[in-house]
T-cell receptor, first 113, second 113 residues
Framework: GPKVLQIPSHQIIDMGQMVTLNCDPVSNHLYFYWYKQILGQQMEFLVNFYNGKVMEKSKLFKDQFSVERPDGSYFTLKIQPTALEDSAVYFC???????????FGPGTRLTVL | GDSVTQTEGQVALSEEDFLTIHCNYSASGYPTLFWYVQYPGEGPQLLFRASRDKEKGSSRGFEATYDKGTTSFHLRKASVQESDSAVYYCALSETEGADRLTFGKGTQLIIQP
């Protein structure tokens, strides 16, 4: 079936540094999502994105977070600066339609030291 | 806010056993309910969904029935196989105005041969 890729699979950085997580969504999909899963907890919605704009965001989507998809390339989540509580697995997803099936990537494990 | 509760963190069974994973939800509106499955090294993938009371979703021998009265969507399979070993997530999405998934914590299913 359709695949979403995430790069890198694991990232370790020092607190206060900037990090960019990359997502290669399904090629014809138009809606993009980020979810965050802290170890032992449920996956939680961060943000969705369509046509160059954030459509919805949760309270977890702090001011230090930003998303973009320049020129149809990777859909990225940038965290600047990072904090210890940002350590988690971040899942990217994409869908063709609003309310359509979301296809998930394998996740990027972010460790902030 | 919306929430999904999966009571079993882990279920261990033998091949050909009957499986039940419990899922209860709390939502202000009339949500769509989902079961996702996640295999090691992969992202969650949709197993099936249901949008209306009494609707049954099914795929690959798994099934669940939307029960608005008991706010439940329990996952069942009559005879599990070793290849069913994975993490199973129950999730919901509000029907109107939002396009985000709310997940349960997940249930690790371990099938012993």
């Amino acid at each position: 079936g359709p695949k979403v890729l995430q790069i890198p699979s694991h990232q370790i950085i020092d607190m206060g540094q900037m990090v960019t997580l990359n997502c290669d969504p399904v090629s014809n999909h138009l809606y993009f999502y980020w979810y965050k899963q802290i170890l032992g907890q449920q996956m939680e919605f961060l943000v969705n994105f369509y046509n160059g704009k954030v459509m919805e965001k949760s309270k977890l989507f702090k001011d230090q977070f930003s998303v973009e998809r320049p020129d149809g390339s990777y859909f990225t989540l940038k965290i600047q600066p990072t904090a210890l509580e940002d350590s988690a697995v971040y899942f990217c997803a994409s869908s063709l339609d609003w309310g359509g099936e979301q296809y998930f990537g394998p996740g990027t494990r972010l460790t902030v030291l | 806010g919306d929430s999904v509760t999966q009571t079993e963190g882990q279920v261990a069974l033998s091949e050909e056993d009957f499986l039940t994973i419990h899922c209860n939800y709390s939502a202000s509106g009339y949500p769509t309910l989902f079961w996702y499955v996640q295999y090691p090294g992969e992202g969650p993938q949709l197993l099936f969904r249901a949008s209306r009371d009494k609707e049954k979703g099914s795929s690959r021998g798994f099934e669940a029935t939307y029960d608005k009265g008991t706010t439940s969507f329990h996952l069942r399979k009559a005879s599990v196989q070793e290849s069913d070993s994975a993490v199973y997530y129950c999730a919901l999405s509000e029907t109107e105005g939002a396009d985000r998934l709310t997940f349960g914590k997940g249930t690790q299913l371990i099938i012993q041969p």
